[in-house]
Nanobody, 117 residues
Framework: QVQLQESGPGLVKPSQTLSLTCTVS????????WTWIRQSPGKGLEWIGV???????YYNSSLESRASISRDTSKDQFFLQLSALTPEDTAVYYC???????????WGQGTQVAVSS
């Protein structure tokens, strides 16, 4: 069974950089693509970006200038950094496995991030 677990700070100050880790168990991250998604209060899901099996990264154009996704295949972890935070970045952040069909089949439970001074 594939499991994903997000980790990171629950509270970050405006203008700082958010760093999140997604730890995958039951699978090798080199075998699939992996993605980050978020949901702000009262809003729908927003796709942030994806890292492919080959390590190529693609971002939502609205976040591309601030987002960075990377991975450590030796630890089966992948990471999100989001810079220049504002309160509008307050959200629950999820990591998920991305299939070639475009579906996200396994998700982490999500981690709440609040951006506030």
């Amino acid at each position: 069974q594939v499991q994903l677990q997000e980790s990171g700070p629950g509270l970050v100050k405006p203008s700082q950089t958010l760093s999140l880790t997604c730890t995958v168990s039951g699978d090798s991250i080199a075998s699939y693509a992996w993605t980050w998604i978020r949901q702000s209060p009262g809003k729908g899901l927003e796709w942030i970006g994806v890292i492919s099996r080959d390590g190529n990264v693609y971002y939502n154009s609205s976040l591309e200038s601030r987002a960075s996704i990377s991975r450590d295949t030796s630890k089966d972890q992948f990471f999100l950094q989001l810079s220049a935070l504002t309160p509008e970045d307050t959200a629950v952040y999820y990591c998920a496995r991305w299939l070639e069909s475009g579906q996200f089949d396994f998700w982490g439970q999500g981690t709440q991030v609040a951006v506030s001074s």
